[in-house]
């Protein structure tokens, strides 16, 4: 009896699971062919090369202090090692700080990134899930960003739609 009862809920998950639809998007496909994402990867690009560059002249700064006290410590009164001291690791601390500001989990450089991606990736999201409604798909994979997708029938790859919907030719 059990084994029937077995049987049939496998039968009956068999069926419902072949109904299910889903398709394939391949996201970086898609972000290549939008003009702005590469617009927004080229500002951060910038902005952060400028950052970066803020950043090492403050170390620079730092390790050119360091060295001269190298060379001039010996000449020093004590009162004078300290306060250079002090400012040596004052200057460390203050490039450790901007490092920080400007690429640390929620430094400027998140915030622009976010501010220039989302929606970017708010529109494709709405336009996947007016695809998907249209469609009747219960599940879209990226095939981009899963490797667990060995194939992926070109027939169930939306990317191409995605990209007319957004009002980009490919």
Not at 13 to 42: C, G, V, W
Not at 158 to 167: C, H, V
Request: charged residues 30%.
């Amino acid at each position: 009896m059990r084994k029937i009862l077995l049987l049939i809920v496998l039968c009956a998950s068999a069926m419902t699971m072949h109904a299910q639809k889903f398709a394939l998007l391949d996201m970086d496909y898609i972000l290549k062919n939008i003009p702005a994402y590469e617009r927004a990867n080229e500002q951060l690009a910038q902005v952060s090369k400028k950052w970066q560059a803020e950043v090492e002249a403050l170390q620079t700064e730092a390790q050119t202090m360091y060295k001269d006290y190298q060379k001039e410590v010996v000449f020093l009164s004590q009162e004078q090692k300290k306060a250079r001291q002090d400012a040596i690791m004052e200057k460390e601390r203050e490039a450790s700080e901007l490092k920080k500001k400007y690429f640390g989990p929620e430094g400027e450089l998140f915030k622009k990134r976010t501010a220039l991606m989302s929606p970017i990736q708010e529109e494709i999201y709405n336009a996947v899930s007016e695809i998907a409604d249209l469609r009747g798909y219960q599940l879209v994979l990226d095939r981009a960003s899963d490797s667990g997708i060995i194939f992926g029938s070109p027939k169930v790859d939306i990317s191409s739609e995605i990209l007319s919907r957004l009002g980009y030719s490919n």
